[in-house]
């Protein structure tokens, strides 16, 4: 729902400003039209679903995945496609993968979303968007800004939406944002965000020229800087960042690569999710007893990781799958 819109309609009606606050508290808890939110008169329920289009995206296509994970394309109003992903898991967790971009200008060479065509920012009320067309399923209760995009090019409305995720369930404890490292969004994040909103990094590498090859973006900000500012982050708010590491056969997977990456790390501020590779193209993913050995040198230099459950994969919504142009 056009939340701007919403506001303008509403005082342009002369309606009080809690009417505002009215329509989204109905829409966070699910509703699926106006003609549900019985505390607003029926006339003013008329003229929001003629004025107001209940969403900002339009359906385009729904898969399910044999686990239950549930994949959707989406489309803005101007045409640009919008993936997102509510995974469910056996101990109640239902957790939704957003997407901050359509698209992503950073070109990740592991990244399906990387190499389709960069649309343009989403806005805060087409990144809720998503999360509501899940909350009218089913209870949500986790968030991860992990879908297409990297959402501190996006810093405002990637915000402006966690900030309005409790009203769905999501708290900030259970909401977590992934970047690669864009330091600008990084600083204003530790400086700005008081909420227990969680941090994860993608380091992917700490060697530096692999880094580079894998990420681009890494030239641009390279990875000794990015972990300083993690650093500063537990400082200030004394919470752990998650660092991912997806597992790529050959490339960044060896022993060797293991050790590199807990010299950088510290087993204070970081944590390490090792991410099971889901091939879409270029790679191949580690196996398993190769992920195991990556883990064991990680607990040797004690720093705590695990390995990631892979929801999603028959239906390309796993981690580093979205993308609906290829
Ligand atoms: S991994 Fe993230 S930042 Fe890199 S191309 Fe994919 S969506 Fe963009």
Not at 100 to 128: K, V
Not at 269 to 290: A, D, M
């Given at each position: 729902?056009?939340?701007?819109?919403?506001?303008r309609?509403?005082?342009?009606?002369?309606?009080?400003?809690?009417?505002?606050?009215?329509?989204?508290?109905?829409?966070?808890?699910?509703?699926?039209?106006?003609?549900?939110?019985?505390?607003?008169?029926?006339p003013?329920?008329?003229?929001?679903?003629?004025?107001v289009?209940?969403?900002?995206l339009?359906?385009?296509?729904?898969?399910?995945?044999?686990?239950?994970?549930?994949?959707?394309?989406?489309?803005?109003?101007?045409?640009?496609?919008?993936?997102?992903?509510?995974?469910?898991?056996r101990?109640?967790?239902?957790?939704?993968c957003?997407?901050?971009?359509?698209?992503?200008?950073?070109?990740?060479?592991?990244?399906?979303?990387?190499?389709?065509?960069?649309?343009?920012?989403?806005?805060?009320?087409?990144i809720?968007?998503?999360?509501?067309?899940?909350?009218?399923?089913?209870?949500?209760?986790?968030?991860?800004?992990?879908?297409?995009?990297?959402?501190?090019?996006?810093?405002?409305?990637?915000?402006?939406?966690?900030?309005?995720?409790?009203?769905?369930?999501?708290?900030?404890r259970?909401?977590?944002?992934?970047?690669?490292?864009?330091?600008?969004?990084?600083?204003?994040?530790?400086d700005?965000?008081?909420?227990?909103?969680?941090?994860?990094?993608?380091?992917?590498?700490?060697?530096?020229?692999?880094?580079?090859?894998?990420?681009?973006?890494?030239?641009?900000?390279?990875?000794?800087?990015?972990?300083?500012?993690?650093?500063?982050?537990f400082?200030?708010?004394?919470?752990?960042?998650?660092?991912?590491?997806?597992?790529?056969?050959?490339?960044?997977?060896?022993?060797?690569?293991?050790?590199?990456?807990?010299?950088?790390?510290?087993?204070?501020?970081?944590?390490?999710?090792?991410?099971?590779?889901?091939?879409?193209?270029?790679?191949?993913?580690?196996?398993?007893?190769?992920?195991?050995?990556?883990?064991?040198?990680?607990?040797?230099?004690?720093?705590?990781a695990?390995?990631?459950?892979?929801?999603?994969?028959?239906?390309?919504?796993?981690?580093?799958?979205?993308?609906?142009?290829?």
């Amino acid at each position: 729902m056009d939340l701007a819109l919403l506001d303008r309609t509403l005082s342009e009606r002369g309606e009080p400003s809690y009417r505002a606050r009215q329509v989204w508290e109905w829409t966070a808890r699910g509703s699926a039209s106006y003609g549900e939110m019985t505390t607003l008169a029926k006339p003013l329920r008329t003229v929001l679903a003629e004025e107001v289009p209940f969403s900002t995206l339009e359906v385009v296509t729904e898969r399910e995945a044999r686990d239950g994970t549930l994949k959707v394309l989406f489309r803005t109003h101007d045409g640009h496609p919008v993936e997102a992903v509510l995974m469910c898991y056996r101990d109640g967790r239902r957790s939704l993968c957003l997407s901050s971009q359509s698209g992503c200008p950073l070109t990740c060479t592991f990244c399906a979303t990387g190499t389709m065509r960069f649309g343009r920012n989403l806005n805060a009320s087409e990144i809720l968007d998503q999360a509501l067309h899940f909350r009218r399923i089913a209870p949500v209760n986790h968030a991860v800004y992990m879908g297409m995009g990297e959402p501190f090019l996006n810093y405002a409305d990637v915000i402006e939406s966690a900030r309005r995720l409790p009203d769905l369930g999501i708290t900030p404890r259970r909401t977590t944002i992934s970047t690669v490292g864009w330091m600008p969004g990084l600083s204003r994040f530790v400086d700005e965000v008081d909420e227990p909103i969680r941090l994860a990094l993608s380091i992917h590498a700490a060697d530096p020229e692999l880094r580079s090859e894998l990420m681009p973006v890494n030239d641009r900000y390279p990875l000794g800087d990015v972990v300083t500012e993690c650093r500063r982050y537990f400082e200030l708010r004394r919470r752990k960042v998650f660092v991912e590491y997806v597992m790529l056969a050959g490339v960044n997977d060896s022993p060797a690569a293991a050790r590199a990456l807990a010299a950088l790390l510290d087993s204070r501020t970081f944590k390490v999710n090792l991410i099971p590779y889901n091939p879409t193209g270029t790679f191949e993913g580690s196996s398993r007893q190769t992920i195991e050995g990556f883990k064991r040198e990680l607990d040797r230099a004690r720093i705590p990781a695990t390995v990631r459950l892979t929801r999603g994969r028959d239906i390309e919504a796993a981690c580093g799958q979205l993308a609906s142009v290829r």
